[in-house]
């Protein structure tokens, strides 16, 4: 049984390890624009207390030692994002920020560490931090709720990014497994807590992921008939236009011919007569045609 868990340990450091270190690439952004934006610091100040917490429960618990590595590297994270944006950070949010680290990451976690060391014993100890870090933990994972109250609002998965949710499903789950094999209550409950939350956000993201893929379907097929629509009126319109066009050119054409003279009209004749054709026939066969060419034909006539 220990065996396993210390497997399970392992395996809930590294997904826990690869939550902590997603934000990577937005403070490397921040970095090369020098400029923290819009994004704000009250997350990782927050995450940086519950770590730290977690870290000095891990070295009050004999058997702690796990939760002593996930957590110890996850302060260590959260401490370099804190830095981070409290350099970048536009003036007025750098204060607000300092502020908030020194009253949270300075003096709440400081006063803990003292009334815990000094005025307490035993397991007392443990379980003082053990609550304060389950509260902090749920805290955590019921961060994301306003995302999925908008995701229902709006049916839209666009502000609950996937991966997030996912690693916090499965951070969730397998630290819940690990407090199951070594019975430890303030290590269970919160992750369980956000084993379900994190199917939850799974759950809602299948859901709405689908409706938006038929929804966006529906819109394209009830556009298509307008689309086959103006088409088919473009193409009348085009098609009047070019008959149009025909008719002015055959009529230009036949205002510019040049007056035949004698021996073309000899040679003409001649050439109609062996068609058994005379210059008239031909004439009024070629208006009979134009006249066609103006006129609608008769399955278009109301």
């Given at each position: 049984?220990?065996?396993?868990?210390?497997?399970?340990?392992?395996?809930g450091?590294?997904?826990?390890?690869?939550?902590?270190?997603?934000?990577?690439?937005?403070?490397?952004?921040?970095?090369?624009?020098?400029?923290?934006?819009?994004?704000?610091?009250?997350?990782?100040?927050?995450?940086?207390?519950?770590?730290?917490?977690?870290?000095?429960?891990?070295?009050?618990?004999?058997?702690?030692?796990?939760?002593?590595?996930?957590?110890?590297?996850?302060?260590?994270?959260?401490?370099?994002?804190?830095?981070?944006?409290?350099?970048?950070?536009?003036?007025?949010?750098?204060?607000?920020?300092?502020?908030?680290?020194?009253?949270?990451?300075?003096?709440?976690?400081?006063?803990?560490?003292?009334?815990t060391?000094?005025?307490?014993?035993?397991?007392?100890?443990?379980?003082?931090?053990?609550?304060?870090?389950?509260?902090?933990?749920?805290?955590?994972?019921?961060?994301?709720?306003s995302?999925?109250?908008?995701?229902?609002?709006?049916?839209?998965?666009?502000?609950?990014?996937?991966?997030?949710?996912?690693?916090?499903?499965?951070?969730?789950?397998?630290?819940?497994?690990?407090?199951v094999?070594?019975?430890?209550?303030?290590?269970?409950?919160?992750?369980?807590?956000?084993?379900?939350?994190g199917?939850?956000?799974?759950?809602?993201?299948?859901?709405y992921?689908?409706?938006?893929?038929?929804?966006?379907?529906?819109?394209?097929?009830?556009?298509?008939?307008?689309?086959?629509?103006?088409?088919?009126?473009?193409?009348?319109?085009?098609?009047?236009?070019d008959?149009?066009?025909?008719?002015?050119?055959?009529?230009?054409?036949?205002?510019?011919?040049?007056?035949?003279?004698?021996?073309?009209?000899?040679?003409?004749?001649?050439?109609?007569?062996?068609?058994?054709?005379?210059?008239?026939?031909?004439?009024?066969?070629?208006?009979?045609?134009?006249?066609?060419?103006?006129?609608?034909?008769?399955?278009?006539?109301?």
């Amino acid at each position: 049984m220990a065996d396993l868990s210390f497997i399970v340990g392992i395996i809930g450091n590294i997904i826990s390890i690869l939550v902590f270190a997603s934000p990577i690439k937005t403070f490397w952004t921040v970095v090369k624009k020098k400029s923290t934006e819009n994004y704000k610091g009250v997350p990782y100040i927050t995450t940086l207390l519950s770590t730290s917490l977690w870290t000095f429960y891990g070295l009050l618990n004999p058997d702690g030692l796990l939760v002593v590595t996930v957590n110890g590297a996850g302060a260590v994270f959260q401490f370099i994002y804190v830095t981070l944006f409290l350099i970048y950070a536009p003036k007025d949010k750098k204060v607000n920020a300092a502020k908030l680290v020194a009253l949270l990451d300075v003096g709440f976690l400081g006063v803990v560490i003292t009334v815990t060391l000094v005025a307490m014993h035993g397991n007392l100890r443990l379980t003082f931090v053990g609550i304060l870090c389950a509260a902090f933990t749920i805290g955590m994972y019921a961060a994301p709720l306003s995302a999925m109250r908008t995701v229902i609002k709006t049916k839209s998965v666009e502000y609950m990014p996937f991966l997030l949710s996912f690693f916090l499903f499965l951070n969730g789950g397998v630290w819940s497994v690990y407090a199951v094999l070594v019975k430890d209550f303030y290590i269970g409950v919160p992750n369980a807590t956000g084993f379900v939350l994190g199917s939850a956000q799974l759950i809602l993201y299948a859901m709405y992921t689908k409706k938006s893929g038929s929804e966006k379907s529906a819109m394209e097929e009830e556009g298509s008939p307008h689309l086959v629509k103006g088409g088919i009126e473009m193409r009348t319109h085009n098609d009047e236009d070019d008959k149009m066009c025909i008719n002015n050119r055959s009529l230009n054409k036949g205002k510019s011919l040049p007056k035949p003279t004698v021996n073309r009209q000899n040679s003409l004749k001649k050439i109609l007569k062996t068609l058994s054709l005379n210059v008239q026939d031909l004439q009024s066969g070629w208006l009979h045609d134009i006249e066609l060419g103006n006129r609608k034909p008769d399955n278009d006539q109301p």
